[in-house]
């Protein structure tokens, strides 16, 4: 098991809906990611947050919008998908946003837009 | 575009085999992680190598870096089906907060 937890496991939207992932980890780590992936791919990085407050923002589309409520969780809201965004969606942490010490993953949200 | 490029893509052994996974980058890195990934699944730390070190172990896992070459490589000796998995490796790309991760190698163990 995980220590990064991420729901829902699945979630199935049409293009119109309104939707929010989650992910939630109490590790005290201070750094959190949102990670894409496409099947057979590499993960690509979509956000990274630092002490709660957005770092890197990496030319994702504004149909994706994190936050980062506190220390401990990270959302990241969907809203008018285009079903090319059907992908894995992976959370992450680390201590800091350093990368001297590995990423602890969640299993991710299986995200499929109809 | 991707810092790592990884080879071979597809491997499949037999059980008890050794495998061994490269990946290849093109800038200065401070670091270099392998992950492993059971399909459908996140991603799990295997092993961290720093850009001064040369070699490192952990149980059936070894990983080398040579800078010279902008390379590393994954040696899991005694291959076990559970083994069966993409493994990626990831690099820290100097001055830039990122950890970029290659294509990836999906290894079959056959018992």
């Known amino acids: 098991d995980t220590e990064v937890t991420q729901t829902p496991k699945h979630l199935v939207m049409g293009m119109t809906n309104k939707k929010s992932l989650k992910c939630e980890q109490h590790?005290?780590?201070?750094?959190m990611y949102w990670y894409k992936q496409k099947a057979k791919k590499p993960p690509e990085l979509m956000f990274v947050?630092?002490?709660?407050?957005?770092?890197i923002n990496e030319s994702v589309p504004s149909r994706f919008s994190p936050e980062c409520p506190n220390s401990s969780l990270l959302n990241l809201h969907l809203h008018a998908l285009q079903p090319e965004d059907s992908a894995l969606y992976l959370c992450?942490?680390?201590?800091?946003?350093?990368?001297?010490?590995?990423?602890?993953f969640g299993n991710g949200t299986r995200l499929t837009v109809t | 575009s991707q810092q790592g490029e990884e080879d071979p893509q597809a491997l499949s052994i037999q059980e008890g085999e050794n495998a061994t996974m490269n990946c290849s980058y093109k800038?200065?890195?401070?670091?270099l992680q392998w992950y492993r990934q059971n399909s459908g699944r996140g991603l799990v730390h295997l092993i961290l190598?720093?850009?001064?070190?040369r070699e490192k172990h952990s149980g059936r896992l070894r990983v080398t870096l040579d800078t010279s070459k902008k390379s590393s490589s994954l040696l899991i000796t005694a291959s076990r089906a559970a083994d069966t998995a993409s493994y990626f490796c990831?690099?820290?790309?100097?001055?830039?907060?990122?950890?970029?991760f290659g294509q990836g190698t999906r290894l079959t163990i056959n018992p």
């Open positions: 190598i720093r850009s001064n070190e």
């Open positions: 800038t200065s890195i401070n670091n």
């Open positions: 947050y630092s002490y709660e407050k957005l770092s």
């Open positions: 992450a942490s680390s201590p800091r946003v350093i990368y001297n010490s590995p990423l602890h």
């Open positions: 590790m005290g780590h201070r750094a």
């Open positions: 990831a690099t820290l790309i100097q001055g830039a907060q990122k950890l970029v």
